[in-house]
């Protein structure tokens, strides 16, 4: 298992200007979620579980992440999904943020119970979707590159595709000795890509009536 903590200096965002759910900024209560998977005809694993929270004491934006480099890693990886979510339930994160989350609630759900833990995502946190907040107030639809330019974030990595990245984790749950085989610049592109998306959200969410006023 691959695993990358990563603090990022934020400073003090705006409430003012950050996206208000039910009259409420949450963002200091809410995870950043996405996931980076596998599937073939039905959930296969989770190739990278990416998710940070906003730390308002040291104003620090903290990312964690799990990467598979084998096959029994796919129960292994689930689990510190869940762990990782409940530790953050228990110190007051309330609201999950995503952009067009139901798929990766559907994959980690059906494998948290696949593989027997007790553990629902929507039971737990009050899910944001940003896309659907988007396509709710603009009345339109768009994908979170796109987004991502009307707030002006560039990205340092290049885009992955979703099927080049189902097939790099094809590979490594079906050949263990795959990931030592692996460029190491490869998986830092794969960690990277993800620990963006996950930021972008935060970004993106902090900085919402900066763009979309009305």
């Known amino acids: 298992m691959i695993k990358k903590y990563d603090s990022i200096f934020i400073k003090q ?12 900024s949450v963002f200091k209560d809410a995870l950043f979620f996405d996931l980076e998977h596998y599937i073939y005809k039905k959930p296969i694993c989770i190739g990278v579980f990416g998710c940070c929270f906003y730390d308002k ?15 029994t890693d796919a129960k292994s990886i689930l689990k510190m ?8 339930w228990n110190n007051g994160k309330r609201y999950i943020v995503t952009f067009s989350g139901n798929n ?12 027997k833990l007790d553990f629902d995502i929507n039971e737990h946190f009050f899910h944001i979707d940003l896309q659907r907040q988007y396509e709710k107030e603009i009345h339109s639809s ?23 990245l189902a097939k790099t984790f ?10 030592n085989r692996m460029p190491e610049k490869k998986k830092e592109k794969i960690l990277l890509y993800n620990e963006q998306d996950v930021v972008s959200l935060f970004d993106i969410y902090v900085n919402w009536k900066s763009v979309f006023k009305n």
């Open 13 to 24: 965002p705006s409430a003012q200007k950050a996206l208000e759910i039910k009259g409420l």
């Open 57 to 71: 004491d040291i104003e620090e934006l903290k990312v964690t992440q799990y990467m598979i480099e084998n096959k």
């Open 81 to 88: 999904a869940e762990d990782y979510f409940i530790n953050m």
């Open 104 to 115: 990766d609630f559907t994959v980690i759900n059906y494998l948290f119970k696949k593989y």
């Open 142 to 164: 768009i994908g979170l590159k796109a987004l991502e330019k009307e707030f002006g974030i560039v990205r340092e990595s290049e885009v992955i595709s979703g099927s080049n």
């Open 170 to 179: 094809s590979k490594i749950v079906k050949d263990n000795d795959y990931i």
